[in-house]
């Protein structure tokens, strides 16, 4: 009889020979007794696998298995395919997991019976070097969280049930917030139960040159956030889910796509400040003007749309804007 793994980590891989073993060697030690099995993606074509994994794959725990496309969501969806154990998480090839901490985050969410949990992260340089640690800005509600929160749908931190995602798949026509709109493909499920384990589980590695400058083309990132925002509101209400903090939470969320996207395509963004408005009156950006009480009492669209010259400009001599 074959034994099913308590957990399965899956970690897509593309050209990344030098921080590859290390991903694979915390996720094999990140459940209790070694109880894992660690499925690697190998995307594009991508050959550099064999040499970077030659000493580890004497272990039985880890299933190699190549998918030809380029995309990471590609090799996310196949390694989802063949996993097989009760809880699921996700790892990407560059970044690793604090293993002991991380088997204690699982060990957590069977003891405390829910099917989601999320963690404490700390970003790395390309040297490994610590940049900073990050909470969760919402300890007690996960979609509060995963709306607004910077951090918090980075796969290193979080650990599934498979019967939450076991019949989802990531989506692979996109190519950034990748793990944004797989998050909230399980939040519109309604049937998420999410903990969060108070500890850093894990590391995201931040690359050099990774920023993307807001052009117009990015702007058109915030555009489809904002659909995604309104279908998972919309599964929400279908749910009897909207209660007034996430809806207020799903207004501020829209409102921060509105004070990036506005710029390139105003009239869009005022048929999205209308919805706003729907879902909560008292919402704003989350930029530091609106922490002045006398602002709150103007429309945010039309403090945006005023700024836009400003933000215009600012773009010309190559800064990015927050204001």
Known sequence: MISIPLLSVIIPT???????????????????????EVIVV??????????????????????????EKGHANVARNHGLSLATGRYIRFLDDDDYLYSLIACEQLKDLIDKKSNL???????????????????????????????GGEHSTQPSILIFERNLVK?????????????VYWVYSILMQGTFKGVYFSKVVGVWRQHNGERVSRTKKYSQVYKQNAEKILKLKEALLINNLLCSDRSYAVATALWNCLHYGIMYNPIYWYKISLKIKDVNLNACPTTKMYDYKIIRFINPYYIELLLCPYRYLKKLFGYQYEV
């Open 117 to 147: 949990s999320y963690a404490n992260l700390d970003l790395v340089d390309e040297q490994g070097l610590i940049i900073k640690s990050v909470e969760p800005r919402n300890k007690t509600d996960y979609l509060i969280d995963a709306l």
């Open 14 to 36: 593309h050209n990344r020979p030098q921080y590859l073993p290390r991903a694979v060697k915390s996720a094999l030690e990140a459940a209790p007794n070694g109880d894992v």
């Open 42 to 67: 190998p995307n594009g074509g991508d050959e550099t696998w064999r040499e970077s994994l030659a000493d580890l794959l004497l272990d039985k725990r880890i299933i190699v298995s190549p998918v």
């Open 167 to 179: 019949n989802l798949r990531w989506d692979t026509e996109i190519n950034k917030r990748q793990d």
